[in-house]
Each structure stands twice: as C-alpha cells, then as structure tokens.
C-alpha cells in the first residue's frame, strides 16, 4: 500500500542532516508526542508517543537509525476503546526509506487492548503510520522500544465498573474477530445465536476433501428477529479466504468472495432472511461473519441449507386451546374443501389447513376464496371475517388474540347477489406451489352466524 507523499531516498539526505544533529542535540524522553499528518512532516519517535486520532486521520513517526539495543527492535501499538468494531479500521503500517513497507507479526491482545508488534530490524530508519479508518475517534499509545516501556493505557476511574466490563469481554471473547473464530459447527443443519448491535460473529471453517472433484456447492440461509422492516439491510453474513486473516492483521479492509442477498420469503414481519449459493474448494480454510450494524442485540438462525420456512426457536409456538376442538386451532385445523360449511358462536373462530401440490413445475399458484354468511344486516359483515395466513405467520397466536401473527391477505367485502339476508367476502391471491397455508374464519359479531367459504370465484350460490 502507497502512502502519500512518496519519499525517495535522493530527497531525504537533507532531512536526515538535520535530524541526526536533533537527535545528538536532544536529551532521551519518553514523553507523549503526536505524530505528523504526512511522512514529511513525520515526528521523530523516542521512546513512546501517544495521541489521538479522529475519524479519516492519520500520523506518521520517524524511528531512526541506531537507537535501539534490543537484538529484534520491535514496535508496539496500544489503543483504547477496545471494541472490535473500531480496531477492524485502525490502520499500523511500517515502510522502510525506500518506500518498502514492512511485515507486521504476532498481532494479539494483552490485558484488554490491542496489541501490534513489528520486526524492524530489517530496515532502519524507517516510517511508521497510524491511521484512523474508522467513524469514531480513538486514542493510542506507540512504544518503539518493547524492551523499554509497556504500553498501558489508564483505566477509568470506576474500578468495579472496570472490572465487570473485563469480564465480560473476556468471556465473550471467542468468535469476536477472525483472530479467534470459533467453528463453524452444525446441530440438525443450523447454528442459533445472539449478535450484539454494532459487532460481528465470527467463525471458521474448512470442508473434507469428499472425492474427485474438489469443488463443493453450499447454501446458506440466515434468519434474524427482531426484524421492523429496516432493522434486515444492517444484518448480513459474509464468507472470506482465510489469506484475508493477514489483511485484517495489518489494519486493512478485508475483501469477500460472498454475502448473503436480501430475500423475503417467510412471510413473517418479524424475521429478516438473507441466502448465499456458491462453491468452495475442499481442503480449504473459509472465514465467515455476521454482522449485526443496528443499535440492538438480534438473535439469529444460520442454515446449511435453503430453507424458506423454518420453525425458529424460541419463537413462541402457537397455544393450545383449554379444550381440544377440530378446527379451533390452527394444531387442529381441518382441511380446506371446496366447499366449506359451519356455524360460529359470538366471538368463535375456526381455521382450516391446505397446500396445492399439482406437480405443475409452476412456483407459484393463483387461488380465490369467496365467503358467504348469514344472517347479515347490512353491518354484520363488517364483524364476520377470514384471513390467510403462512405456516411461519401463525406462531404467534394465542386463542381469541391476532395481535401477533401476521396474515397474507385477508377477505374483501364485495356485495354481488342482491340479497340483504346474506354478507360477502372475497379474496383472490397468489401462494407457492407444495407451501402450508391456513385460513382462519372469526365471528367479531353478537349473534350466531352461519357461513360457506369456498375455494373459487362464487357469484350468487
């Protein structure tokens, strides 16, 4: 990676004059310096600096030639916050004079922050650039030396509070940063979990070599709730080589090979859903991360497969009634007819099951339902409805209450047979091909109602 400002070694001679006679002139420190904007303006480093930077903000250091004892000059960089979400885009790079920028090795974390460490012994002098690519500002001490000063950044002030923030992250540490992603592990073809807001999850995983061919396909379906509508497009998984590891190492924005589209397939409100197709090579070692940008926690099902439809614990399921009546229900729906005939008392429900399986090869299949009741004055069947539901929208029901699942559609009034004795109700849709679906039929009225829903346009039975 280039930096600004290319510096060749004709144009430094000058620089270098009159930094070493600065150097020789300057008694040694360790006090906090802040680095220059640009390698030009580079600030010589002696001992630790510290500084902070803003978003999109960069300092450069100069570490010259000969100051160090140490066999294997090392450098490290600490900063504060901690969170992943920041150290993702804080960027540590090291060039030699000639522009040449150096290997950074044994990335790891020491007492609660972040902690790089350099090899510079192949180059010296050299340049050193810590850069800001994130939305929020940090601050950072740099120790050029590690066998002179360890770095530590001062706790706050409120040592309990310290102490359980500590332990959190050090019992939520595993799946948290390609550094230690857990397994990609399967139990009956999902992984559940929990995202906190603005984090990632992590994980790992490589596929055994299976036969000749040594490419292997995958699908991978995500679901999350709590989903608003909104909540869906900052929610995503995405897969990486595992060569990417040494990019997020120095600091730099790692690159996909791919993430999870947007899709709305459940019929639920309440979930969001994203789904990846694509092969991978055998033997290979394959990152993987769902990230979680909304400001709340989100609980998520991860498949190895493509499902549409899935039953997703916790989710409440649906209630049984106290008394187990066919067609109360949706455990206990009836099956839907052609025709379908009933009575319902005040308040009183009933609900019916089906799925149109025709082995058309067509996805998605046309339906009319036509509702006819009785007796009708004109403003019963403003109170006398029926509604259509997905398997996934029924979970949330509970006997008497629709507050908490969602419909697909539901009946319209239509006045087509120019009887005032009778109410019609009239819907017409699309659902997919070999799906579960119910229809659920309620009496909001204060009087008996009878009723005939049937599967078709109906004019006047």
Same mark, same amino acid.
């Given at each position: 990676?280039?930096?600004?400002?290319?510096?060749?070694?004709?144009?430094?001679?000058?620089?270098?004059?009159?930094?070493?006679?600065?150097?020789?002139?300057?008694?040694?420190?360790?006090?906090?310096?802040?680095?220059?904007?640009?390698?030009?303006?580079?600030?010589?480093?002696?001992?630790?600096?510290?500084?902070?930077?803003?978003? =999109?903000?960069?300092?450069?250091?100069?570490?010259?030639?000969?100051?160090?004892?140490?066999?294997?000059?090392?450098?490290?960089?600490?900063?504060?916050?901690?969170?992943?979400?920041?150290?993702?885009?804080?960027?540590?790079?090291?060039?030699?004079?000639?522009?040449?920028?150096?290997?950074?090795?044994?990335?790891?974390?020491?007492?609660?922050?972040?902690?790089?460490?350099?090899?510079?012994?192949?180059?010296?002098?050299?340049?050193?650039?810590?850069?800001?690519?994130?939305?929020?500002?940090?601050?950072?001490?740099?120790?050029?030396?590690? &066998?002179?000063?360890?770095?530590?950044?001062?706790?706050?002030?409120?040592?309990?509070?310290?102490?359980?923030?500590?332990?959190?992250?050090?019992?939520?540490?595993?799946?948290?940063?390609?550094?230690?992603?857990?397994?990609?592990?399967?139990?009956?073809?999902?992984?559940?979990?929990?995202?906190?807001?603005?984090?990632?999850?992590?994980?790992?995983?490589?596929?055994?070599?299976?036969?000749?061919?040594?490419?292997?396909?995958?699908?991978?379906?995500?679901?999350?709730?709590?989903?608003?509508?909104?909540?869906?497009?900052?929610?995503?998984?995405?897969?990486?080589?595992?060569?990417?590891?040494?990019?997020?190492?120095?600091?730099?924005?790692?690159?996909?090979?791919?993430?999870?589209?947007?899709?709305?397939? &459940?019929?639920?409100?309440?979930?969001?859903?994203?789904?990846?197709?694509?092969?991978?090579?055998?033997?290979?070692?394959?990152?993987?991360?769902?990230?979680? $940008?909304? &400001?709340?926690?989100?609980?998520?099902?991860?498949?190895?497969?493509?499902?549409?439809?899935?039953?997703?614990?916790?989710?409440?399921?649906?209630?049984?009634?106290?008394?187990?009546?066919?067609?109360?229900?949706?455990?206990?729906?009836?099956?839907?007819?052609?025709? =379908?005939?009933?009575?319902?008392?005040?308040?009183?429900?009933?609900?019916?099951?089906?799925?149109?399986?025709?082995?058309?090869?067509?996805?998605?299949?046309?339906?009319?339902?036509?509702?006819?009741?009785?007796?009708?004055?004109?403003?019963?069947?403003?109170?006398?409805?029926? &509604?259509?539901?997905?398997?996934? $929208?029924?979970?949330?029901?509970?006997?008497?209450?629709?507050?908490?699942?969602? =419909?697909?559609?539901?009946?319209?009034?239509?006045?087509?047979?120019?009887?005032?004795?009778?109410?019609?109700?009239?819907?017409?849709?699309?659902?997919?091909?070999?799906?579960?679906?119910?229809?659920?039929?309620?009496?909001?009225?204060?009087?008996?109602?009878?009723?005939?829903?049937?599967?078709?346009?109906?004019?006047?039975?």
């Amino acid at each position: 990676m280039k930096h600004q400002n290319k510096i060749r070694p004709s144009n430094v001679i000058l620089f270098f004059a009159v930094l070493l006679l600065f150097l020789a002139a300057s008694p040694p420190c360790a006090t906090a310096q802040t680095g220059g904007g640009t390698p030009a303006t580079a600030i010589p480093l002696r001992g630790q600096a510290s500084g902070s930077l803003q978003p =999109n903000e960069q300092h450069w250091f100069l570490a010259p030639q000969g100051e160090s004892t140490a066999e294997t000059p090392r450098l490290d960089l600490t900063f504060s916050p901690t969170d992943q979400t920041v150290a993702n885009f804080i960027g540590f790079k090291v060039f030699s004079e000639d522009d040449t920028q150096l290997n950074l090795v044994n990335y790891q974390k020491s007492e609660g922050h972040w902690v790089w460490t350099a090899d510079t012994a192949a180059a010296r002098p050299y340049y050193i650039q810590v850069v800001n690519n994130s939305d929020f500002a940090f601050d950072y001490v740099l120790s050029w030396r590690a &066998d002179l000063v360890e770095a530590v950044i001062p706790p706050p002030a409120a040592v309990e509070e310290t102490k359980a923030e500590v332990a959190v992250e050090e019992n939520s540490i595993v799946g948290t940063d390609p550094g230690n992603a857990r397994a990609l592990t399967f139990n009956n073809n999902v992984i559940q979990g929990s995202v906190g807001g603005g984090t990632t999850a992590w994980f790992e995983f490589s596929l055994p070599q299976a036969g000749t061919d040594p490419y292997q396909a995958l699908n991978y379906t995500l679901f999350f709730t709590p989903d608003d509508g909104n909540r869906r497009h900052k929610v995503n998984f995405e897969l990486y080589p595992y060569s990417e590891f040494k990019r997020w190492q120095q600091g730099e924005t790692l690159t996909n090979f791919g993430a999870g589209m947007l899709i709305d397939r &459940d019929g639920d409100n309440l979930t969001g859903e994203r789904f990846w197709s694509g092969n991978v090579i055998e033997g290979d070692k394959y990152l993987l991360a769902i990230s979680n $940008g909304n &400001d709340i926690t989100i609980d998520y099902w991860l498949f190895d497969e493509d499902i549409i439809n899935p039953i997703l614990g916790p989710l409440p399921l649906p209630k049984e009634p106290p008394f187990i009546i066919e067609g109360a229900a949706p455990q206990t729906a009836q099956s839907l007819l052609g025709l =379908n005939k009933g009575s319902l008392a005040p308040n009183e429900e009933r609900w019916y099951a089906f799925r149109i399986t025709d082995f058309d090869e067509q996805q998605f299949e046309e339906l009319a339902l036509t509702m006819i009741t009785t007796p009708d004055d004109g403003n019963r069947i403003r109170r006398m409805t029926f &509604d259509v539901f997905t398997a996934g $929208g029924v979970q949330g029901w509970s006997a008497g209450d629709n507050s908490q699942i969602n =419909n697909i559609g539901t009946g319209s009034l239509v006045y087509r047979d120019d009887n005032e004795q009778t109410g019609e109700r009239f819907w017409h849709g699309w659902v997919i091909d070999n799906e579960l679906y119910y229809v659920q039929i309620r009496n909001g009225t204060d009087v008996q109602m009878d009723y005939w829903l049937f599967t078709d346009d109906v004019y006047g039975p």
